[in-house]
């Protein structure tokens, strides 16, 4: 009856998380944990699995396509596997909140039914579970970079300045979703195709610029392109980012993130209701 | 607003909204009061009451009479349609079963974080593990998925967490229907001990162990406050209330039975011993509960059975009876064709079905048949010493038949003719227990020494 019934607040929006961390982290951690349990290996396999993906991807682009990001770039077979495996990092932060929210009231009645719960902070659970799996990932990406060129680019702790804005985005859009979710079914078959069609429609598999010029104005639309490309400005090429572009992004990220918040605490009155 | 109230409900409503698709809602929480697409069940209707802090407040009423909803209106799981409610101090609860468990988690983590949605840190919560787990008396289990328990091992552990989260006031709704008799003694000590320190919200429809617990009693009739105060008096108007649209409901459900329902009709029998009813908790209490005339039936129909009641030897219905006390068995009938020897009996079963005890009037009426003409009645009349029963419901089966033990038509047999619950009980661990005339245990002089067998027990009957 607090922090929660007060969504008008911009700073709702971090108070959703704050005020119950503890619960969110250890749901978190149960989540990471819990999709591996039962398996000998454990928390290893999400070391194991950007791993293989990125040995696959060496071989399969580097070895039997040849396949090159930039056309007369340099010829090291690694360079297409890392530049694919740091735009799939960014896109699966974005499409594992995604695709998860509309499903996640729906998957905890009794957390709606029987306990007064802190709602709000499940999509924050997701985020930290996909924030926890994109580190490892970073981490075997840093790893392989390290071992193969020798050295990082300089640019790589630009990284978290470029996934705050895109984290402000997905919490908001989570929240919508999930609130949403509630009452339309349908969101949860309806949010997978979306996110797919996004996948293919950002330059996470080719460069934007061999897409032809009519063509353009559908991969500059997403906003996902955005986020691929300046991380892969900081993580693989060493370059800058557009930070104009990246203060603007969080600005409206966070506008996002309070709408997420306001429409979710708005729409959750009636979710006893429903489930 | 004060600080002496625990909760503070005022012109509380609820009202479901029943939808024929999903997305109606939805489409009805942006549409706000322009437009109506649904239909409306008021399950409450402005119910206004307070709760002092320390104070053991009952809420009963009958099936859908709103209690079950204004707990969860009190808790803040549902909102109010109208009205508001203000509590003070942090509330554990127990709505429905197995509280706020997520299946696929161990009971180990359904502790943590059912620990951490009240509001405790973790050391607070691993100080109250070992505690927790002793309560719950699970075992192994505590380690395996909730999704593996048993009902009555959710319960156990749900109760175990909420008794153990330092909660200013606890909310139970019917928990404690499940779990067996000795988990139960376990929580009401615990909930006794409760009260002397905290606010305590206990829902049942059991009358018996909302007046043995509660101050103050809510008693709540469809949606509405029908009345509240003390526990004792408003238990009563409510048993009196239920007595009597149970008997209303009946007469008027089967026109068939009119002159039956003159003969029954006889002024409700209110129960005097309700008042001494809080005495000690091991007292062998049967609650009654009243002919069922529609119950599952056969035979030839050529008698019907008019009434079946308990009575006290003076000839009162009783409502209540406590075991080891005489009672009577009253059988009404009317032949509806000539019976040249009829035989009336009864068999008291449990809820298991097993045949506790029953006699019939054969023996009695063996030599000179009590031979009836049609249109007469005839009534007959068991009398004996209630024996002690486990706590349980059982239900009495009465018959009539024409003709010898081993050789007769049977002519209206009614299965669960009549059915009393024994609240509380000595008895454990046998079928029946009998009034015992006296118990002695003693040192017998001079032979302790000899034999050294230790409590040799001298029991005479």
Same mark, same amino acid.
């Given at each position: 009856?607090?922090?929660? @019934?007060?969504?008008?607040?911009?700073?709702? +929006?971090?108070?959703?998380?704050?005020?119950?961390?503890?619960?969110?982290?250890?749901?978190?951690?149960?989540? +990471?944990?819990?999709?591996?349990?039962?398996?000998?290996?454990?928390?290893?396999?999400?070391?194991?699995?950007?791993?293989?993906?990125?040995?696959?991807?060496?071989?399969?682009?580097?070895?039997?396509?040849?396949?090159?990001?930039?056309?007369?770039?340099?010829?090291?077979?690694?360079?297409?596997?890392?530049?694919?495996?740091?735009?799939?990092?960014?896109?699966?932060?974005?499409?594992?909140?995604?695709?998860?929210?509309?499903?996640?009231?729906?998957?905890? &009645?009794?957390?709606?039914?029987? $306990?007064?719960? &802190?709602?709000?902070?499940?999509?924050?659970?997701?985020?930290?579970?996909?924030?926890?799996?994109?580190?490892?990932?970073?981490?075997?990406?840093?790893?392989?970079?390290?071992?193969?060129?020798?050295?990082?680019?300089?640019?790589? &702790?630009?990284?978290?300045?470029?996934?705050?804005?895109?984290?402000?985005?997905?919490?908001?859009?989570?929240?919508?979703?999930?609130?949403?979710?509630?009452?339309?079914?349908?969101?949860?078959?309806?949010? !997978?195709?979306?996110?797919?069609?996004?996948?293919?429609?950002?330059?996470?598999?080719?460069?934007?610029?061999?897409?032809?010029?009519?063509?353009?104005?559908?991969?500059?639309?997403?906003?996902?392109?955005?986020?691929?490309?300046?991380?892969?400005?900081?993580?693989?090429?060493?370059?800058?980012?557009?930070?104009?572009?990246?203060?603007?992004?969080?600005?409206?990220?966070? +506008?996002? *993130?309070?709408?997420?918040?306001?429409?979710?605490?708005?729409?959750?009155?009636?979710?006893?209701?429903?489930? | 607003?004060?600080?002496?109230?625990?909760?503070?409900?005022? #012109?509380?409503?609820?009202?479901?909204?029943?939808? !024929?698709? &999903?997305?109606?809602?939805?489409?009805?929480?942006?549409?706000?009061?322009?437009?109506?697409?649904?239909?409306?069940?008021?399950?409450? !209707?402005?119910?206004?009451?307070?709760?002092?802090?320390?104070?053991?407040?009952?809420?009963? #009423?009958?099936?859908?009479?709103?209690?079950?909803?204004?707990?969860?209106?009190?808790?803040?799981?549902?909102?109010? @349609?109208?009205?508001?409610? =203000?509590?003070?101090?942090?509330?554990? %609860?127990?709505?429905?079963?197995?509280?706020?468990?997520?299946?696929?988690?161990?009971?180990?983590?359904?502790?943590?974080?059912?620990?951490?949605?009240?509001?405790?840190?973790?050391?607070?919560?691993?100080?109250?593990?070992?505690? /927790?787990?002793?309560?719950?008396?699970?075992?192994?289990?505590?380690?395996?998925?909730?999704?593996?328990?048993?009902?009555?091992?959710?319960?156990?552990?749900?109760?175990?967490?909420?008794?153990?989260?330092? %909660?200013?006031?606890?909310?139970?709704?019917?928990?404690?229907?499940?779990?067996?008799?000795?988990?139960?003694?376990?929580?009401?000590?615990?909930?006794?001990?409760?009260?002397?320190?905290?606010?305590?919200?206990?829902?049942?429809?059991?009358?018996?162990?909302?007046?043995?617990?509660?101050?103050? $009693?809510?008693?709540?009739?469809?949606?509405?406050?029908?009345?509240?105060?003390?526990?004792?008096?408003?238990?009563?108007?409510?048993?009196?209330?239920?007595? =009597?649209?149970?008997?209303?409901?009946?007469?008027?459900?089967?026109?068939?039975?009119?002159? %039956?329902?003159?003969?029954?009709?006889?002024?409700?029998?209110?129960?005097?011993?309700?008042?001494?009813?809080?005495?000690?908790?091991?007292?062998?209490?049967?609650?009654?509960?009243?002919?069922?005339?529609?119950?599952?039936?056969?035979?030839?129909?050529?008698?019907? /059975?008019?009434? +079946?009641?308990?009575?006290?030897?003076?000839?009162?219905?009783?409502?209540?009876?406590?075991?080891? =006390?005489?009672?009577?068995?009253?059988?009404?009938?009317?032949?509806?064709?000539?019976?040249?020897?009829?035989?009336?009996?009864?068999?008291?079963?449990?809820?298991? #079905?097993? !045949?506790?005890?029953?006699?019939?009037?054969?023996?009695?009426?063996?030599?000179?048949?009590? *031979?009836?003409?049609?249109?007469?009645? *005839?009534?007959?009349?068991?009398?004996?010493?209630?024996?002690?029963?486990?706590?349980?419901?059982?239900?009495?089966?009465?018959?009539?038949?024409?003709?010898?033990?081993?050789?007769?038509?049977?002519? =209206?047999?009614?299965?669960?003719?009549?059915?009393?619950?024994?609240?509380?009980?000595?008895?454990?661990?046998?079928?029946?227990?009998?009034?015992?005339?006296?118990?002695?245990?003693?040192?017998?002089?001079?032979?302790?020494?000899?034999?050294?067998?230790?409590?040799?027990?001298?029991?005479?009957?």
């Amino acid at each position: 009856m607090n922090a929660t @019934s007060q969504p008008k607040q911009p700073l709702a +929006v971090f108070a959703s998380f704050w005020n119950h961390r503890t619960l969110i982290l250890n749901l978190a951690r149960r989540d +990471v944990v819990g999709r591996y349990s039962g398996s000998m290996l454990g928390l290893l396999w999400s070391f194991f699995n950007p791993l293989l993906m990125l040995g696959v991807y060496t071989f399969v682009f580097g070895l039997v396509f040849k396949t090159r990001w930039n056309p007369g770039g340099s010829d090291n077979m690694l360079e297409f596997a890392v530049v694919l495996f740091s735009g799939l990092l960014v896109f699966g932060i974005f499409s594992e909140n995604i695709n998860r929210a509309p499903g996640l009231m729906l998957q905890n &009645p009794g957390f709606i039914k029987r $306990v007064v719960f &802190p709602l709000e902070g499940l999509p924050w659970v997701v985020m930290c579970s996909s924030l926890f799996h994109a580190a490892i990932s970073l981490v075997v990406l840093a790893a392989v970079m390290l071992v193969v060129m020798g050295s990082l680019p300089a640019t790589w &702790p630009l990284i978290l300045v470029v996934l705050l804005p895109l984290l402000l985005f997905v919490i908001g859009f989570s929240w919508a979703l999930a609130a949403l979710g509630v009452y339309l079914r349908d969101l949860q078959q309806t949010i !997978n195709i979306v996110t797919a069609v996004l996948m293919f429609m950002s330059p996470i598999f080719y460069p934007a610029s061999a897409v032809p010029k009519e063509f353009r104005w559908a991969i500059d639309w997403n906003p996902m392109t955005f986020f691929v490309e300046q991380a892969r400005q900081v993580l693989v090429w060493g370059h800058p980012p557009d930070f104009a572009g990246l203060a603007g992004m969080t600005v409206g990220g966070f +506008v996002v *993130a309070w709408l997420g918040l306001a429409f979710f605490q708005h729409a959750r009155d009636g979710f006893a209701d429903v489930i | 607003m004060s600080s002496d109230l625990a909760v503070r409900a005022e #012109g509380i409503a609820k009202s479901f909204r029943l939808f !024929n698709h &999903p997305r109606d809602r939805l489409k009805q929480i942006f549409a706000g009061s322009r437009r109506k697409y649904y239909q409306e069940f008021w399950a409450l !209707n402005d119910v206004s009451f307070e709760v002092a802090r320390g104070e053991t407040v009952g809420i009963i #009423g009958r099936n859908g009479s709103g209690k079950s909803t204004l707990l969860q209106i009190v808790c803040g799981t549902l909102k109010p @349609s109208a009205g508001h409610v =203000e509590t003070h101090g942090r509330i554990a %609860a127990m709505l429905e079963l197995g509280a706020g468990f997520s299946p696929e988690f161990s009971g180990r983590e359904n502790i943590f974080l059912n620990g951490y949605i009240v509001g405790l840190t973790q050391q607070q919560i691993e100080a109250r593990y070992e505690a /927790i787990c002793a309560f719950a008396d699970i075992g192994d289990f505590i380690e395996q998925p909730i999704k593996t328990y048993s009902t009555g091992m959710a319960v156990r552990l749900a109760f175990a967490v909420m008794a153990h989260v330092d %909660a200013d006031i606890l909310v139970i709704d019917e928990a404690l229907a499940v779990g067996d008799a000795r988990f139960v003694q376990k929580c009401m000590r615990f909930l006794r001990e409760f009260k002397e320190r905290g606010t305590l919200l206990f829902v049942s429809h059991d009358t018996t162990a909302v007046a043995n617990l509660c101050d103050r $009693v809510v008693w709540l009739d469809g949606g509405r406050l029908k009345a509240s105060g003390p526990a004792k008096q408003v238990c009563d108007m409510y048993l009196e209330n239920l007595f =009597e649209s149970v008997q209303g409901a009946s007469r008027g459900a089967a026109p068939a039975a009119a002159p %039956a329902a003159a003969l029954t009709s006889a002024a409700p029998s209110r129960d005097q011993r309700l008042d001494i009813l809080q005495a000690s908790p091991y007292r062998n209490d049967v609650e009654i509960f009243e002919f069922h005339r529609e119950a599952a039936s056969f035979g030839r129909r050529g008698a019907r /059975i008019l009434d +079946v009641r308990f009575e006290h030897p003076h000839g009162e219905r009783l409502a209540w009876a406590v075991g080891g =006390e005489t009672v009577v068995v009253a059988i009404d009938i009317e032949a509806l064709e000539p019976l040249a020897s009829p035989i009336v009996g009864f068999l008291v079963r449990d809820r298991l #079905g097993q !045949n506790v005890f029953g006699d019939n009037t054969y023996l009695t009426s063996q030599a000179s048949p009590l *031979a009836l003409a049609e249109g007469d009645s *005839a009534s007959a009349r068991f009398e004996f010493d209630l024996p002690l029963l486990p706590p349980g419901d059982y239900s009495i089966a009465v018959a009539v038949a024409d003709g010898r033990q081993d050789d007769h038509v049977q002519h =209206e047999w009614i299965h669960d003719a009549l059915t009393f619950r024994v609240e509380t009980s000595s008895v454990r661990h046998s079928l029946v227990g009998l009034p015992m005339r006296a118990i002695r245990f003693e040192r017998v002089a001079g032979a302790a020494a000899a034999t050294r067998t230790p409590g040799l027990a001298d029991t005479t009957r």
